[in-house]
């Protein structure tokens, strides 16, 4: 019976170990998820592109009812100088994946060029650190990596175009199993706003990201926005992961936000993403849940992103 329960015991450690190995690796992708709320997660050329100061806070949790379930938290927040022509943000990262914990920090600047009455250009880049569990069955430690990216963000008031690549880093891991969790996508982001009507905004957009050893990922959808008061959306992501604990590409985004007055921001959003491979057995209700406080110290007007 004991060397049953050492089997059971040994397997389930594998288990956690790949599924901590994958979130880790995955922990900036809880940023990058929140592209829609924070462009700035995936493009640090959009830095600073509002123009006012904001701040955007978010809470994601997978489940309520089960101790040690995936939650994480993240925060943001960018603002211009030199009367808009510079941006400067930052953004930090705390991210619980089972009995793995990692952490993220990093800072973007972006110079913004005026290309003629319409279009302007930013281009960013930004650097952090991540902190996160580096671990084999026998031995656990807690690694600082260094990260660095580059964009751009090509915008009008109708249109913007944005490409990025928020990860050039490579890391030495010699032959642990993190190497195949290691990530550094390219996003292609287009999209745009259009009044349906004096009350009705329409906010259309599209997501190409192309990883190491996956194939292209595409996330498509809109948001409405009615009086500039209450905002719905969705969005559908397709695409294929690589390996059997790659959690399943396809899922489907709802949002609802709300201007709490005229500073202030709220957000709830869910995900019908799958959950990690460890969970899989799991037969209670599945899904993301996320809620967002945006606050706007000065806003010169409603921001549409």
Same mark, same amino acid.
């Given at each position: 019976m004991n060397t049953h329960h050492t089997l059971v015991r040994i397997y389930f450690?594998?288990?956690?170990?790949?599924?901590? $190995?994958s979130?880790?690796?995955g922990q900036r992708e809880v940023l990058y998820e929140q592209y829609v709320q924070n462009p700035m997660a995936i493009n640090p050329g959009f830095t600073g592109v509002r123009e006012?100061?904001?701040?955007?806070a978010m809470f994601r949790r997978k489940w309520f009812n089960i101790q040690n379930s995936p939650s994480s938290q993240t925060f943001a927040a960018d603002g211009t100088f030199a009367n808009g022509k510079f941006g400067v943000g930052f953004q930090a990262l705390n991210d619980q994946t089972s009995y793995f914990t990692t952490t993220g920090f990093s800072a973007s600047f972006a110079f913004h060029l005026g290309l003629s009455d319409q279009w302007k250009l930013g281009l960013g880049a930004q650097g952090g650190i991540n902190v996160l569990p580096v671990s084999d069955l026998y031995n656990s430690t807690n690694r600082a990596l260094g990260s660095f990216g580059l964009g751009a963000w090509l915008r009008s008031d109708k249109l913007y175009l944005g490409i990025s690549k928020p990860e050039? $880093?490579?890391?030495?891991f010699g032959n642990q199993a993190i190497n195949n969790f290691y990530r550094r996508p390219l996003y292609i982001m287009a999209g745009g706003s259009y009044n349906l009507?004096?009350?009705?905004m329409l906010l259309p957009h599209i997501l190409a990201i192309q990883e190491k050893d996956h194939?292209?990922?595409?996330?498509?959808g809109s948001r409405f926005w009615f009086k500039e008061k209450v905002g719905i959306g969705a969005s559908y992501r397709v695409g294929g992961g690589y390996n059997s604990f790659s959690a399943n590409v396809d899922y489907l985004q709802i949002s609802v936000e709300a201007q709490a007055g005229r500073n202030v921001r709220l957000g709830y959003f869910y995900s019908t993403r799958q959950v990690?491979?460890?969970?899989a057995s799991y037969s209670g209700p599945k899904g993301i849940h996320e809620l967002m406080l945006k606050f706007i110290p000065n806003p010169k007007g409603f921001q549409k992103y």
């Open positions: 450690s594998a288990i956690l170990l790949l599924s901590g $190995l979130g880790a690796f006012d100061f904001n701040m955007t050039l $880093l490579s890391q030495k009507s004096t009350d009705v194939k292209i990922r595409v996330d498509f990690e491979q460890i969970y």
